[in-house]
T-cell receptor
């Protein structure tokens, strides 16, 4: 079975802190994705990556950056966390877009 | 660009009753369509997909969806729901041309089963 793991299920950070969210997949997938999920807004794509060191902006990249130094790991970085970044963050990986495998999510609260 | 509309944000249904969750899409090119399910406190899982061929697709737990090109719809149905179907359901679309790896998700429908 494909497994996508995220470093934390719950995270509480203060405004202005630098935040790292880590995602690791074990199926040698080329593609990896970061979404945020908010009530009534569904999933919105923040960044995605087709390959190591490759990254593409999604629909809402402002305030975020990403890093993909190894194929299995995709990190989301909040350079200076703000309260409007309080959300559920979901990581996914895929060989092809229509088979995206999701991690359990990280619920981030910024106070 | 493509978009997905799920008009119903919440659908309460009595146990063993039928249910339909509506999904409409917009795209200028041909598409692939998906339903994902998110059980409480979990990530999303692929429920079923339409890529080509038969317009009626089924999942292993009794859900089905029908691709209707003329109405640009991909509604999800189940003839008899169970408590375990309580979850949030997301419709998603991607363009079927090679190289487009992004999914566009709808806003989700929360299905609540009433005992």
């Amino acid at each position: 079975d494909v497994k996508v793991t995220q470093s934390s299920r719950y995270l509480v950070k203060r405004t202005g802190e630098k935040v790292f969210l880590e995602c690791v997949q074990d199926m040698d997938h080329e593609n990896m994705f970061w979404y945020r999920q908010d009530p009534g807004l569904g999933l919105r794509l923040i960044y995605f990556s087709y390959d190591v060191k490759m990254k593409e902006k999604g629909d809402i990249p402002e305030g975020y950056s990403v890093s993909r130094e190894k194929k299995e790991r995709f990190s989301l970085i909040l350079e200076s966390a703000s309260t409007n970044q309080t959300s559920m963050y979901l990581c996914a990986s895929s060989l092809q877009a229509y088979e995206q495998y999701f991690g359990p999510g990280t619920r981030l609260t910024v106070t | 660009a493509q978009s997905v509309t799920q008009l119903d944000s919440q659908v309460p249904v009595f146990e063993e009753a039928p249910v339909e969750l509506r999904c409409n899409y917009s795209s200028s090119v041909s598409v692939y369509l998906f339903w994902y399910v998110q059980y409480p406190n979990q990530g999303l899982q692929l429920l079923l997909k339409y890529l080509s061929g038969s317009t009626l697709v089924e999942s292993i737990n009794g859900f089905e969806a029908e691709f209707n090109k003329s109405q640009t719809s991909f509604h999800l149905r189940k003839p008899s729901v169970h408590i375990s179907d309580t979850a949030e359901y997301f419709c998603a679309v991607t363009q079927s041309n090679f190289g487009n790896e992004k999914l566009t998700f709808g806003t989700g429908t929360r299905l609540t089963i009433i005992p």
